[in-house]
Protein backbone atom coordinates (compact mmCIF):
# COMPACT_ATOMS: atom_id res chain seq x y z
CA UNK A 1 0.00 0.00 0.00
CA UNK A 2 3.24 2.11 0.30
CA UNK A 3 3.46 2.32 -3.27
CA UNK A 4 -0.55 3.50 -4.45
CA UNK A 5 -2.62 6.15 -4.32
CA UNK A 6 -6.19 6.14 -2.65
CA UNK A 7 -8.70 8.24 -4.50
CA UNK A 8 -12.40 8.12 -3.41
CA UNK A 9 -15.06 8.72 -6.04
CA UNK A 10 -18.33 9.50 -6.50
CA UNK A 11 -20.52 7.02 -8.94
CA UNK A 12 -23.94 6.77 -9.87
CA UNK A 13 -26.58 4.06 -9.87
CA UNK A 14 -28.92 2.73 -7.01
CA UNK A 15 -28.47 3.95 -3.43
CA UNK A 16 -30.15 7.40 -4.18
CA UNK A 17 -29.60 10.61 -2.86
CA UNK A 18 -26.89 9.96 -0.40
CA UNK A 19 -25.07 7.65 -3.14
CA UNK A 20 -25.04 10.96 -5.47
CA UNK A 21 -23.69 13.10 -2.58
CA UNK A 22 -21.07 11.12 -0.87
CA UNK A 23 -18.04 9.87 -2.57
CA UNK A 24 -18.43 6.35 -1.34
CA UNK A 25 -16.11 4.58 -3.64
CA UNK A 26 -12.45 3.87 -4.26
CA UNK A 27 -9.56 4.15 -7.15
CA UNK A 28 -6.49 2.40 -6.31
CA UNK A 29 -3.04 2.89 -8.20
CA UNK A 30 -0.09 0.77 -7.93
CA UNK A 31 2.48 3.58 -9.23
CA UNK A 32 4.97 1.54 -10.03
CA UNK A 33 2.95 -0.58 -12.87
CA UNK A 34 0.55 1.81 -13.21
CA UNK A 35 -2.16 -0.76 -12.01
CA UNK A 36 -5.74 0.22 -11.05
CA UNK A 37 -8.57 -1.21 -9.40
CA UNK A 38 -11.74 0.37 -8.31
CA UNK A 39 -14.69 -0.29 -6.18
CA UNK A 40 -17.98 1.40 -5.59
CA UNK A 41 -20.72 -1.24 -5.38
CA UNK A 42 -21.08 -0.35 -1.68
CA UNK A 43 -22.49 2.48 0.53
CA UNK A 44 -19.93 2.02 2.63
CA UNK A 45 -15.91 3.48 1.64
CA UNK A 46 -14.10 0.69 4.06
CA UNK A 47 -15.84 -1.99 2.73
CA UNK A 48 -14.92 -0.61 -0.98
CA UNK A 49 -11.42 0.06 -0.10
CA UNK A 50 -11.26 -3.77 1.04
CA UNK A 51 -12.94 -4.72 -2.12
CA UNK A 52 -10.48 -2.65 -4.23
CA UNK A 53 -7.10 -3.65 -2.79
CA UNK A 54 -7.97 -7.49 -3.47
CA UNK A 55 -8.64 -6.53 -6.73
CA UNK A 56 -5.17 -4.68 -7.47
CA UNK A 57 -3.59 -7.94 -5.89
CA UNK A 58 -5.42 -10.28 -8.29
CA UNK A 59 -4.34 -7.97 -11.18
CA UNK A 60 -1.01 -7.60 -9.79
CA UNK A 61 -0.86 -10.76 -9.37
CA UNK A 62 -2.20 -11.57 -13.21
CA UNK A 63 0.37 -8.92 -14.53
CA UNK A 64 2.97 -9.08 -12.92
CA UNK A 65 5.29 -12.02 -13.62
CA UNK A 66 9.39 -13.02 -12.36
CA UNK A 67 11.36 -15.56 -13.19
CA UNK A 68 11.54 -18.69 -11.62
CA UNK A 69 14.62 -20.22 -10.40
CA UNK A 70 15.92 -23.35 -11.25
CA UNK A 71 15.43 -25.17 -7.81
CA UNK A 72 11.73 -23.94 -7.19
CA UNK A 73 9.89 -25.77 -4.60
CA UNK A 74 6.39 -24.73 -4.12
CA UNK A 75 6.03 -21.63 -0.78
CA UNK A 76 4.51 -23.51 2.38
CA UNK A 77 1.43 -21.37 1.58
CA UNK A 78 0.59 -23.04 -1.98
CA UNK A 79 1.95 -26.80 -0.79
CA UNK A 80 -0.90 -26.68 1.94
CA UNK A 81 -3.56 -25.90 -0.07
CA UNK A 82 -2.50 -28.68 -2.52
CA UNK A 83 -5.02 -31.34 -2.41
CA UNK A 84 -4.95 -34.33 -4.74
CA UNK A 85 -3.03 -33.05 -7.22
CA UNK A 86 -5.39 -29.96 -7.26
CA UNK A 87 -5.32 -26.05 -5.53
CA UNK A 88 -7.90 -25.62 -3.14
CA UNK A 89 -8.28 -21.89 -2.17
CA UNK A 90 -11.70 -19.76 -2.67
CA UNK A 91 -11.00 -16.58 -4.95
CA UNK A 92 -12.13 -14.49 -1.90
CA UNK A 93 -9.54 -15.72 0.25
CA UNK A 94 -7.30 -13.35 1.60
CA UNK A 95 -4.47 -15.79 0.00
CA UNK A 96 -5.56 -15.66 -3.74
CA UNK A 97 -3.73 -13.42 -5.04
CA UNK A 98 -0.34 -14.46 -3.63
CA UNK A 99 -1.32 -18.18 -4.66
CA UNK A 100 -1.93 -16.89 -7.99
CA UNK A 101 0.76 -15.19 -8.49
CA UNK A 102 3.20 -18.33 -7.41
CA UNK A 103 1.31 -20.49 -9.92
CA UNK A 104 1.20 -18.21 -12.62
CA UNK A 105 4.81 -17.69 -12.23
CA UNK A 106 5.32 -21.44 -12.30
Known sequence: MRECTVKKVRRSGPGGQHRNKVETGVRIRHEPTGTEAEASESRSAE????????????????????????????????????????????????????????????
Open 47 to 106: INRKAAVQRLRVKLALEAREPVPEDYRPSELLAGRIRGGRIAVNPSHPDFPALLAEVMDV
